[in-house]
């Protein structure tokens, strides 16, 4: 599967500008929150944002990525979050693994075979085609303009992970490692003593509560795999306060 995001992201040259997102201090009275993977549990996020956080317009939402596949309803979710960007809401949606996927099924049998058998199915079926290339310009321009990475001035949220053999971890990882990387150690020093959010690889929500007190925040609690033990909740994390907020699976 990482051989073909590779591929893409060689084919579309991106460059390191849109990649990367540095965002400016918040106003004292502005929020913020970020997500872990939604992966099609629109029902979920509605309850989080509109229950749990009672988001405001002048508060900010970002997203780790993964909004799609898996969960029954991935339309919903991209109708939802573009809906909220629409009507003003300061929304930022980092690009996960799955949308990459999807991105690349476009234009690529094979990848579109390996989409579809990670979750795609469950995404073609919620926007009622045969085939990725079938869904509407407005959805693919979304996928398309999502970063990689954002950078704020306590925070680095990326979806997968960075890479820290080297001494610069957020010029020097791979956009196909920032979307897929796991089992790596953080390095609190090359962040300039930033915390690392990342979603993607699955832990237990204790796992995730314990990670509130690391260099390291962990926010993929598998959302769409509510009979894992465990697992099951959308959790998203305050960033001014370091509070969690957990909703269970509702789709």
């Not at 460059?15 to 913020?32: F, G, I, V, Y």
Request: proline residues 3%; hydrophobic residues 35%; aromatic residues 8%.
């Amino acid at each position: 599967m990482k051989s073909q995001t590779k591929t893409r992201l060689q084919r579309t040259c991106l460059s390191r500008q849109r990649l990367t997102e540095r965002l400016s201090p918040t106003h004292d009275n502005k929020r913020r929150f970020v997500v872990g993977d939604v992966h099609g549990c629109f029902l979920t996020l509605m309850t989080l944002v509109e229950d749990k956080i009672q988001l405001q317009s002048q508060d900010s939402l970002y997203l780790l990525g993964d909004l799609i596949d898996r969960g029954p309803r991935s339309k919903a979710v991209l109708d939802y979050l573009i809906g909220l960007i629409g009507r003003g809401y300061s929304v930022h949606a980092l690009r996960g693994n799955h949308e990459q996927m999807l991105l690349d099924s476009t234009d690529d049998d094979e990848a579109f075979r390996i989409w579809r058998g990670n979750g795609g199915e469950e995404t073609l079926r919620a926007f009622e085609v045969s085939h990725s290339r079938l869904l509407p310009s407005r959805y693919l321009d979304f996928l398309e303009q999502m970063k990689f990475i954002y950078i704020l001035e306590q925070y680095v949220m990326v979806h997968a992970g960075l890479d820290f053999s080297g001494n610069n971890p957020v010029m020097d990882t791979s956009p196909e490692d920032m979307l897929w990387l796991r089992d790596y150690r953080v390095s609190v020093d090359k962040l300039n003593g930033k915390t690392l959010i990342t979603g993607h690889t699955m832990a237990p929500l204790f796992e995730i509560q314990h990670s509130l007190a690391t260099n390291h925040i962990k926010l993929d609690n598998g959302c769409y795999d509510k009979h894992l033990i465990g697992h099951g909740n959308l959790v998203a994390l305050n960033l001014d306060s370091r509070e969690l907020l957990v909703v269970p699976n509702s789709d």
